[in-house]
């Protein structure tokens, strides 16, 4: 008779892991996280709080190179000098570079997942041969036009309009809150025409194409925000991006970048536990720390509940992408929660560090008012639970 195996001994409890999370990963994935973490950590962590300031990311174009040489621009794309990293890489990216700014893993965010990912999922093959290799690299930064000024949730009525003339297509609209749009070297538009919606790559030295940036934001600071602006833009026919007619082709866009949104959440949210954490240690008042107070253990201890719950989400829903088995209202499901909880994990981490929670000496106020936008764009709150109502249910609420 064989003897049962002896349990192996337990592991010391992480208070950074308590789930034993990282055990869930492989080694080229802890490799990606580190790289990521590291390359935040030398360029952008020392600066942030000055670019939040000042309102502006200067050298936004050398960053973008740099983010290209450690392979983090359509990081999960295959070939055209993309890294083909698994789903799991890619989130685990955009958490440490939502660990250090929202602003940060929304450039590398439209970048791969809108731009790059709609050119290389219905663009021709001279298109990707075109573009992709530039914007992997770093070397061309694109945006993704599809919000307007009075059209937000509901995409199917943009009023942007392409209409041909001869074998050109002529273009006029506008476009708003578009990230990247006054740096992008290429625009990938999305318009109605007489077909029915279709997308365009628009290259933005265009006559009659102009992005002005959108200033006095008290959101994404650090983050290049425009409106794009086409009065008779004239692209010639190979522009049109072939592979997809319809409202499909946005929508399965946006599912894209929102998944790496469920992971950066969660890197907001923990560089605030970190840092209510480290305050709680070391702030003392009555004679004694504060995190040895119970009210303040018990918000400690919920922050952590919610913070790796998330995680652990974020890491099935990439699971499942890397199987080909996520579907968008799945993805709905983590967007709605994570960046949700993101927002009370900072909230509370605020109510840690008391006043000084609102000094830029510290992420909290930073990180608590980048996902407020976090929380509108690519799906707001009310339009996630309105696709978990529909498929929970199977009556669509958006209309009647």
Not at 284 to 296: A, D, N, V
Not at 327 to 338: D, H, I
């Amino acid at each position: 008779m064989t003897a049962p195996a002896q349990p192996s001994k337990r592991p010391a409890f992480d208070p950074g892991d308590p789930l034993g999370l990282d055990e869930l990963l492989d080694p080229e994935d802890l490799a990606v996280r580190d790289t990521v973490r590291t390359w935040a950590a030398d360029r952008v962590l020392p600066h942030v709080s000055e670019w939040y300031e000042s309102g502006e990311l200067p050298g936004i174009r050398e960053l973008a190179r740099e983010l290209g040489s450690i392979g983090a621009l359509g990081m999960s794309l295959e070939g055209y000098g993309c890294a083909g990293a698994s789903a799991v890489q890619y989130g685990l990216a955009c958490l440490e570079l939502e660990a250090a700014d929202s602003g940060i893993r929304s450039l590398v965010s439209v970048q791969g997942s809108l731009a790059m990912y709609a050119i290389w999922k219905y663009g021709s093959e001279e298109q990707k041969q075109r573009w992709l290799p530039s914007m992997a690299a770093g070397e061309t930064i694109g945006c993704f036009g599809l919000t307007e000024p009075d059209i937000g949730s509901d995409p199917a009525a943009l009023r942007t309009y392409a209409k041909r003339d001869g074998t050109d297509w002529v273009l006029n609209g506008r476009k708003m809150w578009i990230t990247n749009g006054s740096v992008a070297g290429v625009a990938v538009v999305w318009a109605q025409t007489d077909e029915g919606m279709r997308g365009f790559a628009v290259p933005t030295g265009t006559p009659g194409f102009t992005a002005p940036e959108i200033k006095h934001k008290w959101s994404l600071r650090a983050s290049v925000t425009s409106e794009l602006v086409m009065d008779d833009v004239r692209l010639p026919a190979d522009a049109v991006l072939p592979g997809v007619t319809g409202l499909k082709g946005p929508l399965s866009c946006l599912s894209h970048a929102r998944y790496g949104i469920v992971w950066g959440a969660m890197g907001a949210a923990r560089s605030c536990f970190e840092a209510a954490v480290d305050y709680a240690k070391s702030r003392e008042q009555f004679g004694r720390p504060i995190g040895g107070f119970q009210l303040t253990q018990a918000k400690l201890a919920d922050m952590a509940v919610e913070l790796h719950k998330g995680i652990l989400l974020a890491h099935h829903l990439g699971r499942r992408m890397d199987a080909g088995r996520l579907r968008p209202e799945q993805v709905s499901f983590g967007k709605l929660n994570n960046v949700r909880e993101a927002i009370e994990i900072c909230r509370t981490s605020r109510t840690i560090l008391g006043a000084n929670g609102i000094s830029l000496e510290y992420p909290v106020m930073r990180h608590a008012t980048n996902l407020e936008s976090v929380l509108t764009y690519e799906g707001t709150v009310e339009m996630h639970q309105l696709v978990l109502g529909k498929a929970l249910t199977g009556l669509d609420a958006f209309r009647g």
